[in-house]
């Protein structure tokens, strides 16, 4: 499956952006779909996960409360709805999917596939 990561921006601290991972080449109906972030210099870090079939999801602490993932019901695009943006979020987001043998999964080695990534810059 391809992935197509889009939707960062320049954003004020408090303000909100939307990003979209869309599918191609297949749907998401059988995989896990995460995003991740690395900002400069960095290490990549999860961010929050959606299983597709169970519709369950989970989120890194740092963004619990703030931000929101959610999926299609056609089954080819998740969202990163982030609200309350902080200047910490600063990073290039990456959407990534598993055929989610374990629940939850916050390790990007066991992601199998990857978008392009989008940079979010928040601003203070």
């Known amino acids: 499956v391809q992935l197509q990561a889009s939707g960062g921006g320049l954003v004020q601290a408090g303000g909100s952006l939307r990003l979209s991972c869309v599918a191609s080449?297949?749907?998401?109906?059988?995989?896990?779909v995460g995003w991740f972030r690395q900002a400069p210099g960095k290490e990549r870090k999860f961010v929050t996960t959606?299983?597709?079939?169970?519709?369950?999801?989970y989120y890194a602490d740092s963004v619990k409360g703030r931000f929101t993932i959610s999926r299609d019901n056609a089954k080819t695009t998740v969202f990163l709805q982030m609200d309350n943006l902080r200047p910490e979020d600063t990073a290039v987001y990456y959407c990534?999917?598993?055929?989610?043998?374990?629940?939850?999964?916050?390790?990007?080695?066991?992601?199998?596939?990857w978008g392009q990534g989008t940079l979010v810059t928040v601003s203070s």
């Open positions: 990534a999917a598993n055929r989610g043998v374990s629940w939850p999964n916050p390790y990007p080695r066991e992601y199998d596939f």
């Open positions: 959606i299983d597709w079939r169970r519709g369950n999801t």
């Open positions: 080449g297949r749907t998401f109906s059988n995989y896990a």
